[in-house]
Each structure stands twice: as structure tokens, then as C-alpha cells.
């Protein structure tokens, strides 16, 4: 059961986190410009 | 479910043994469902990327002069032919090879997804390596296009099977996928150029290289980790309504029989008019934004503008799949439809008043419902023609998109500039384009009250050829 919720987690984690930071690149450039 | 097993090769010993075979992918019943859109996500994260492809237009317009274009160099226009014949070649091989998608399961499909995708990118860095245009086509359009096909439709297929509970929410998961790669495309393709130029390249070729190969494993880690449920799976605690819903079905048609039907005709005009309306918008975001409101919106916070819109682009796809499994899938479109109308016609009065901040709110929500529209077609599908060729009929239904693709930005380019040239203000040129837009969903919105349930004459019945 841990081993599922670990892989569960690494797997979301993979996919999750570069989506992440184009989502953060994308605001921190819509608010900087939008200033 | 288990009317699909004919099309795996289960059945086939010798089949067992290829690392890529469906028969591989079977998981187990007590297999944890929520393991397998992280799948789907590699995918449609990778060829999202697509729609980031504009990063390198200009630079590719500077592959011999590096700073400015030399004489020699591509220009602008024959390099934007590289998108449209990649979104052509998506619509196309999503039609050709979805029955293929479905035979050979999703791994199998992603990897030569990933093949042809990652392949795409290397062979264009061949084309910029010896500055072959034709090169370019063929290895981003044509192989890249194939990729996008391929990779689009066989992590909806799957995630559907998944989740025959929630089959909004699932196909929302993986189609905000392909919305968000562009955001991650974007500065990424941004910074590859930045590392990789010297004062003698734009770095454009290396950049292709990498993200060739980055974009390759990645889809291939999908392609790992994808799983199929057993023909017989269904989710704890969740049993088929014994009183289902007119519009959603217990039984499949064969998409040989589910492309000849009216309702597939209604779908492809539902999306296709869906499409036209948003991509026309999106594809000149920048200029109708600076121009509408000039002198007050300069062409940095413009792009701003266009970025915000692939949030809502990306947020859209998930937030609205994932509503229509409560508010029906007919009802959703209804939605769409009608507050599109009314936005779009809103718009022209919103540009007069000069309110900006309402202007970006608007367009907003149209592109929500943009994102929206792709990502909940297939769930319609699913609905309306059951789960056994869903991704092969979500392929043919996707020739609506390569249409919209050249309808829409045609449209409103075209309107625009005959506005300009019999004299209309610029800040004005957009409003007729917008009441057309308006026509458009009007369209859509008849199409999709056209829909209803499909004859049960024409249901495939077990051990049918």
C-alpha cells in the first residue's frame, strides 16, 4: 500500500512538476507585464 | 469493455513476449487507477508543444544572418507553413490510424508516438543543419504530425476506459495536458536558444536536437508506465445505471458504422464550429487586443495577454470535461454555445467602454470554453457511440480540428483586413468579425440540439465481423 501511494506520489510528481513551471513562467510574465 | 478484447491479441501467445504488446499492458484488477493519467499527461504534455511551435519562427527566419535575416534565409511565411501542415497531418493521421491506435494498445501507439514525434524534431535539425525547408516539413510537419495524431488520441481512448464513472474529468485530465504543454514549451524552447547561441548560430538547431530527444523519453516514460484494465474491470463500488440516460449508451457501434451516422456529422459540426470560433481568436490575440485598445496596451503586455488565454486554455479543459459528467455533455455544449454567443457579441461594446481588465475576462471565458470543447468531445463520443472504437472515432472526428484550423484564423485575418480596407478604424475592424463568430455558434448550437441517441439497429453485437 506505501509502495503504491510512493509511486502514486513520484509519478504525479514527474508529469506535475514541469507543468508547474510553465504555469509559474506564464503568470510571473503576465503580472510583470501587465504592471 | 470486453466487447473491445477482439481487438488485442490476448488471445496470441507469440504476442505476449513484445515489450509493447497490449496483451503487456493488462493490469490487474486491484491496480490503482490514478497511476495511469500521469501516462496520459507525458503524452499530451510532450505534444502540447505544438501549440508553443510560433517560439521559433522568427529565429528560423534567422538561420544564416543570426541576428537579422540574410537574404538567403526562409521567410516568415514559408516557415509558418510548418504548423499548418503539422496540424494537418494530426487531423489525418488521427483518422487513419485510430483503428490501428485501438488494435495495438496504448503503449504500442505512444512509443511510435514518441518515435515520430521526437523523430519529427530531428529530422527538421537535419533540415536547419543544411537549410532544406523541405526538411523541416517533412520531419516537424509530417513525421511530427503523424506523432501528434497518434499521441493525441491514444491516452483518451485509454484514460476512458479508466474511469467509465467519470469519463469528463478523465478525458479532461489528458487533453489539459496538450494545453499545458505549450506553456512549458514556450520558455523552455526560450531558454534552449539562450544556452545553446554563439555569434555564429541562433542556437535553433541544437534546440530542435534537444528537445527531440527530451520530448522522446519523456513520451517513452509514458509509454512505460501506461496500463490497459482487465475487459471485465469496472471501479469499486460503482455498477452501470439500470436506468441510463437517454444520451448515454451501455453499447458501442463500430466506427466503420459510427462515422455513416448523423450524429457523427452533428459532432464534427458541434466541434468543428467550437474550434473555428476559438482558434480564429487565438490566432490573432496579440493584434486585437494592441488594436482594439490602442495606445494603451503595448505589444509586451499583448503577449501577456496571449499567455493568460493558454492558462485558460489549459484550465478550461479540465474544469469544464470534468463538469459535464454532472451537467451532461449535451447541456455543456448548450452552455458553450450560448454564453459564447453572448460574449462575442459583447465584446464590440466592451472595446467601445475601454475596459481592458473586462475585455481579458471575456476572452477568457471563450477560450475556457475552446479548451472545453476538445476535451469533453470525447467523452461525448463515448456517451453517444459507447467505449469499444471510441478512439478511433475520436480520430476521424478530429479532421473537424485540421478544418477549424484553417477556417478560423482565415476568417477573422480576412474579415479584418477587407474591414481596413473599406475604411473602418482599426479599433473597429474586429467588431463585424466577432457578430460572424457569433453566426458561427449559432450553427454549432443547432447542431448539437440535433444530437440524439443512436439507433440500436445499429449497435455492434458480440462475434460481429
Known amino acids: 500500500m506505501i509502495l503504491v501511494r510512493l509511486k502514486l506520489a513520484l509519478l504525479w510528481l514527474i508529469v506535475g512538476l514541469p507543468l508547474a513551471w510553465g504555469v509559474a513562467k506564464t503568470v510571473q510574465n503576465a503580472i510583470k507585464l501587465f504592471q | 469493455m470486453s466487447a473491445a478484447a477482439p481487438l488485442g491479441s490476448a488471445g496470441n501467445p507469440s504476442a505476449r513476449l513484445g515489450l509493447l504488446n497490449r496483451a503487456r499492458t493488462v493490469a490487474p484488477h486491484d491496480y490503482n487507477r490514478f497511476l495511469v493519467p500521469p501516462a496520459a499527461l507525458a503524452v499530451h504534455l510532450s505534444i502540447g508543444q505544438a501549440y508553443a511551435f510560433s517560439t521559433f519562427n522568427l529565429p528560423l527566419t534567422k538561420l544564416l544572418g543570426v541576428t537579422q535575416s540574410a537574404p538567403a534565409d526562409w521567410s516568415l511565411k514559408a516557415v509558418g507553413w510548418t504548423f499548418s501542415i503539422a496540424i494537418l497531418f494530426l487531423g489525418l493521421s488521427a483518422a487513419v490510424f485510430g483503428r490501428w491506435v485501438e488494435r495495438a494498445g496504448p503503449r504500442k501507439a505512444m512509443a511510435v508516438a514518441a518515435g515520430c514525434f521526437g523523430g519529427g524534431f530531428l529530422v527538421s535539425a537535419l533540415g536547419i543543419h543544411l537549410h532544406e525547408i523541405e526538411l523541416l516539413y517533412l520531419g516537424y510537419g509530417v513525421l511530427g504530425g503523424c506523432g501528434l495524431g497518434i499521441g493525441y488520441i491514444s491516452p483518451v481512448s485509454t484514460l476512458i476506459k479508466w474511469f467509465p464513472d467519470r469519463p469528463g474529468m478523465a478525458t479532461g485530465m489528458a487533453i489539459m495536458g496538450f494545453g499545458g504543454g505549450a506553456l512549458i ?131 478550461g479543459r479540465f474544469v469544464w470535461a470534468s463538469a459535464s459528467d454532472y451537467l451532461g455533455r449535451k447541456n455543456t455544449y448548450f452552455v458553450f454555445f450560448l ?93 463585424v468579425t466577432m457578430y460572424i463568430m457569433c453566426g458561427l455558434l449559432v450553427i454549432g448550437l443547432f447542431c448539437n440540439l440535433g444530437i440524439r441517441a443512436v439507433s440500436p439497429e445499429l449497435h455492434h453485437r458480440e462475434g460481429e465481423a
Open chain 2, 185 to 315: 514549451a514556450a520558455p523552455l524552447s526560450i531558454f534552449l536558444m539562450d544556452h545553446f547561441k554563439t555569434p555564429e548560430s541562433n542556437g535553433v538547431f541544437e534546440s530542435f536536437v534537444a528537445m527531440g530527444l527530451i520530448y522522446s523519453v519523456f513520451m517513452l516514460f509514458g509509454a512505460a508506465i501506461v496500463r490497459v484494465p482487465p475487459g471485465d474491470w469496472r471501479p469499486i463500488g460503482w455498477t452501470p445505471s439500470l436506468t441510463p440516460k437517454k444520451l448515454v449508451t451501455t453499447a458501442n457501434v463500430h466506427v466503420d458504422v459510427a462515422w455513416k451516422t448523423r450524429q457523427f456529422w452533428l459532432l464534427w459540426g458541434v466541434l468543428c464550429m467550437n474550434v473555428t470560433a476559438g482558434i480564429g481568436v487565438l490566432s490573432q490575440a496579440s493584434p486585437m487586443i494592441q488594436e482594439m485598445f490602442a495606445g494603451r496596451v503595448s505589444a509586451a503586455a499583448a503577449a501577456s495577454f496571449v499567455g493568460l488565454l493558454s492558462l485558460f486554455n489549459m484550465g
Open chain 2, 339 to 431: 454564453l459564447g454567443i453572448l460574449l462575442y457579441a459583447l465584446v464590440p461594446s466592451i472595446g467601445r467602454a475601454g475596459s481592458t481588465a473586462l475585455f481579458v475576462l471575456a476572452f477568457g471565458v471563450i477560450l475556457s470554453m475552446y479548451g472545453g470543447g476538445f476535451a469533453t468531445i470525447p467523452a461525448y463520443l463515448r456517451d453517444i457511440f459507447g467505449t469499444m472504437h471510441v478512439g478511433a472515432i475520436h480520430g476521424r472526428l478530429l479532421t473537424a480540428w485540421a478544418a477549424a484550423g484553417v477556417l478560423g484564423p482565415v476568417l477573422v485575418s480576412y474579415i479584418r483586413d477587407f474591414q481596413i480596407h473599406n475604411g473602418v478604424p482599426k479599433a473597429q475592424a474586429y467588431s
